[in-house]
Structure formats: structure tokens, C-alpha cells
């Protein structure tokens, strides 16, 4: 199994990131969202079991939630 595709990493702490990347996994693809945890000042990252796993096919759904999310937080913003 090749090493993930991070695509993008959202500082939560100091020593917690949710990454954002494209694994691999019985020659399928899949989108993860995963916390990841560093005890050495960021040079590790190591998984967390918190996380969520997608399918390519289930990212049109994930993409639209999160497009009407931001049409919900910029009518708030108003």
C-alpha cells in the first residue's frame, strides 16, 4: 500500500491536525478525514482512530453538503 495523498492538513492544536488525503487500500481509492497526533513537534504525524473514510463515488454527496454549508454560513454572516 502506497503512503496517502495528503491533499490538505488544518492545524487543530499544537499536537493535533485533521488531514485531509487519498489512500489506497485493496487496490480501491478512498477520501479519508482523519485527526492525526504528533509527539516530536510536528516532525511525526500519527493516526488517530478518529476519522471518516469515503468512497469516490460517495464525494458528489460530501461536495454538496459542503457547498450548502457555505451558502448557510454566508446567510448568517448578512
Not at 47 to 73: R, W
Amino acid at each position: 500500500m502506497a503512503d496517502p495523498k495528503i491533499l490538505a492538513a488544518i492545524q487543530r492544536t499544537d499536537t493535533e491536525q485533521l488531514q485531509i488525503s487519498i489512500s489506497e487500500y485493496r487496490g480501491k481509492s478512498y477520501f479519508n478525514l482523519r485527526i492525526y497526533y504528533t509527539t516530536d513537534d510536528g516532525a511525526t504525524w500519527l493516526p488517530t482512530k478518529k476519522g471518516v473514510t469515503f468512497a469516490p463515488d460517495q464525494l458528489d454527496i460530501l461536495s454538496e453538503a459542503i457547498e450548502e454549508a457555505k451558502k448557510e454560513f454566508m446567510a448568517e454572516a448578512e
